[in-house]
């Protein structure tokens, strides 16, 4: 037999464990391979009842990603006809699902008469996620077993369930207590079944899957979440093929999901997402690091600083379940931070995403200090004291002093020189920059700054320890903003431009949030606050002295005191969450325009507005590869997808720029350079990569 399958026939029963590490993943020459060992358990008379299993345990994660968009993924035997072949079996089919039962991986499942899972299994339709619907009869199948609203659920949010709400639903039909005891449990199963003389499928248990919902159940539904996909293709597909599963009859709702399968999968968006999928796995691979390179252990980690982000920062680790001290210079604040933690926890126990009782684990785990004696024994320590130099080197010199050797010091800076930090060290291969994203507990990315000093293995420790908190870690270079605040200058500084030209910020954020961007850069800049940009940029006036119109408008506002959302009044007005158009910020824009002689047009086009915004954002990063601040684009597109809410429908901005084309960014850079006079000139430069990509006739983003 194949090695990709462990075929075994032991007294009445065959046993097929799939074995295709890491995750069984169902490509072609596992898919051959188990319909071979099928056909085999199905042919021998002394098999009675046949349990597929994962050999090593884990079940299996689904259809191969990486065969779709190419002929492979359909290539024979396709998994919608073996999992047809295994439902018109004779003999009971038993799924033994260890670890995880996902995609096409729970539809193998469901194909089988029978499932048995481990106490620990969490079982899903993540397609979803990609940009797909399952597509090989979940859609179908699951309704009929569970019924269509929980059915729904499962594939519309793509979370994957636990064992025991799989049994309540009546997905699983058996629980076993552990991985180690699942396949006796099954076995024991299969002699059961076979001694009660069961039927090699039970009848569906929802043969009506539909029943007892309401008539205009899924238009409501339809109708209630349509505001909240935006363009998304994959849950309007899904919707279309769950309604399927209750209007048609199996054969014919399958050749629709099947149909429904194809569009998802040939769309750019499922394009998208299969690429943010890679991009993600990839982001951890380090050229130079080899992966087993031994790790420093992190068992306990303190914060310096408990304001807006060190409290977050903390939660983060608490969360993990690894204990933190949290450092601050007077009692009050110290006090502060906590009782804000602790609010924040209430709030998830007031929605139910969290117990009394785990909210008092956390607490637990967070101690309080004004002392740095305290920090003497952490190996990972976070500063996120004010953003200003003096103050972080001074925390730094006295971490030489206190923490323990091997400690990793770590900044949260946004702005400021990693490598200026580490220098007032004696240990500055022990420093690296660990940008976290406001809120900090709730967004996933986090910018992983590799001064010139920080060892391999510090880097490589914070990368595992991001994961562990269940981060998007991404390596960046030291340079101003790092990624992605980098990117956010160009693209904000022409939005800002833009209304100073003519433009509304309605006119401005509408062209991005058409898009499905979360927000406008405008409406941004209003929440994260004018006066916060204004800072940072007041840092660095030195880089832009020789353009005196260069985000004046946000300077106006600033000096109006118009800070954004927090006092009611920026780009826009505010009246608690609602957001109204503001004609003052037109006065304005039409005073400072006349003052400095820019020309105001009626003319500007979403077209415009688009290209001008975008294209600079995309330069700025294909300059960023170039200088080998970013490893590699699809990181760059990590970062504005989990850390500036671009959609990762859209696949990120460099995944973006190819699909666009990148003769079209580099002609339309080059267009506006020569057509918007001085800013054109000053703004509008190509970046030299992205010259000699397209020179090079190259469609893909990297760097030659
Ligand atoms: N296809 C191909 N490769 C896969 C895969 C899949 N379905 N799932 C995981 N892998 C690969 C990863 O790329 C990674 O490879 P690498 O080591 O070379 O980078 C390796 O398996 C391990 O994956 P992770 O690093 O993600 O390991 P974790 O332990 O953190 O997570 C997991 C494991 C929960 C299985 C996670 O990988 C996951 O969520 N995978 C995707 C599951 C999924 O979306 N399944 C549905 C597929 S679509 C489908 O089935 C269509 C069907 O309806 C027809
Ligand atoms: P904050 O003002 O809310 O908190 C700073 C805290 O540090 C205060 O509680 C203060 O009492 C404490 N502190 C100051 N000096 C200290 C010292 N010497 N020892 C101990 N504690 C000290 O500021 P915030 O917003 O939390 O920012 C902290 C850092 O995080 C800054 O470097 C900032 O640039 C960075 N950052 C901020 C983001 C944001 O959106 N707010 C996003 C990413 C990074």
């Known amino acids: 037999m194949n090695s990709l399958i462990n075929y075994r026939v032991e007294g009445n029963l065959a046993l097929i464990g799939l074995a295709r590490p890491p995750v069984n993943a169902l490509g072609q020459p596992l898919r051959a391979a188990l319909l071979d060992a099928y056909e085999r358990a199905s042919a021998n008379a002394d098999v009675q009842a046949i349990v597929i299993h994962g050999d090593s345990g884990l079940f299996t994660a ?15 035997p396709d998994l919608p006809s073996i999992l047809v072949r295994l439902t018109q079996s004779s003999k009971p089919l038993i799924a033994a699902i260890g670890s995880i039962a996902l995609g096409g991986g729970l539809e193998l499942a469901l194909a089988c008469g029978y499932r048995i899972g481990e106490a620990k299994a969490r079982l899903g339709l993540p397609e979803i996620n ?18 269509a609203e929980p059915a729904l659920d499962m594939m519309i949010s793509g979370q994957p369930i636990n064992a025991s709400r799989a049994l309540q639903l009546g997905l699983l039909d058996r629980l076993a207590d552990s991985a180690e005891t699942l396949l006796d449990s099954a076995r024991a199963f299969a002699a059961e079944l076979l001694a009660s003389n069961a039927p090699a499928r039970p009848a569906e248990r929802f043969a009506q899957p539909a029943a007892g919902l309401p008539a205009d159940f899924f238009a409501s539904f339809r109708a209630s979440n ?13 919707l279309a093929a769950v309604e399927a599963s209750c209007r048609l009859p199996l054969e014919q709702g399958l050749a629709r999901e099947g149909e429904l399968f194809r569009q998802a999968e040939d769309s750019a968006q499922s394009a998208a997402l299969r690429h943010v999928f890679f991009a993600e796995r990839e982001a951890g691979r380090i050229p130079g690091i080899d992966a087993d390179l031994p790790l420093r252990s992190i068992e306990k980690v303190a914060v310096i600083g408990a304001g807006t982000m060190g409290g977050g920062i903390a939660m983060n680790f608490a969360n993990a379940g690894i204990p933190v001290t949290l450092l601050e210079q007077k009692a009050e604040a110290l006090d502060r931070g906590l009782a804000q933690i602790r609010k924040n926890y209430e709030i998830s126990v007031k929605r139910g995403k969290l117990t009394e009782a785990q909210l008092e684990q956390r607490m637990e785990l967070l101690q309080g200090t004004l002392g740095y004696a305290d920090l003497a024994d952490a190996d990972l320590v976070i500063e996120a004291v004010f953003e200003k130099m003096e103050i972080k080197q001074q925390v730094f010199r006295t971490l030489d002093e206190v923490c323990k050797p091997g400690a990793i010091l770590a900044t949260n800076t946004s702005s400021l020189d990693v490598d200026a930090i580490a220098a007032v060290t004696r240990r500055p291969q022990d420093v690296i920059g660990l940008h976290f994203f406001s809120p900090a507990n709730v967004m996933r990315l986090l910018e992983v700054v590799r001064g010139k000093a920080t060892a391999p293995d510090v880097l490589a420790t914070t990368m595992k320890i991001g994961k562990r908190i269940g981060k998007i870690p991404v390596v960046s270079g030291v340079c101003f903003g790092f990624i992605g605040n980098r990117m956010l200058e160009p693209y904000n500084r022409e939005a800002h431009r833009l209304v100073l030209e003519g433009s509304t910020p309605a006119q401005v954020d509408g062209v991005l949030t058409a898009l499905d961007l979360n927000m406008g850069v405008l409406s941004m800049t209003d929440l994260a606050g004018v006066d916060v940009n204004f800072l940072v940029r007041d840092g660095n006036r030195a880089a832009f002295a020789n353009d005196p119109s260069y985000y004046i408008l ?8 118009r800070y954004g959302q927090k006092t009611g009044r920026g780009f826009y007005l505010y009246e608690g969450r609602d957001r109204k158009d503001d004609p003052e910020v037109v006065e304005i824009a039409e005073r400072v325009a006349a003052e400095l002689g820019v020309a105001r047009r009626a003319d500007i086009t979403n077209q415009e507005i688009h290209d001008r915004c975008l294209f600079m954002l995309i330069n700025e990063g294909i300059q960023l590869l170039d200088e080998g601040i970013a490893l590699r684009a699809s990181d760059i597109d990590l970062v504005w997808i989990n850390g500036y809410g671009f959609p990762g429908h859209v696949g990120g901005p460099m995944h973006y720029a190819e699909t666009l084309g990148l003769d079209t960014v580099l002609a339309g850079i080059r267009r506006y350079r020569d057509e918007l006079g001085s800013h054109g000139e000053m703004w509008f430069q190509p970046a ?12 893909r983003i990297e760097k030659i």
Do not use: C, M
């Not at 946000?554 to 005191?561: I, M, N, P, Q, W």
């Not at 030299?688 to 469609?699: D, I, Q, S, W």
């Open 688 to 699: 030299p990569l992205l010259e000699r990509l397209v020179a090079a006739g190259k469609t």
């Open 62 to 76: 689904g259809a191969d990603i990486s065969e779709f968009g190419s002929e492979a993924s359909f290539a024979a």
């Open 554 to 561: 946000g300077d106006e506002l600033y000096k109006l005191g």
């Open 226 to 238: 349509e505001p909240r996909w935006k363009s998304r293709l994959a849950p309007r597909l899904v």
């Open 130 to 147: 990609l940009g797909l619907l399952p597509g090989a009869g979940g859609t179908q199948r699951l309704p009929r077993l569970i019924g």
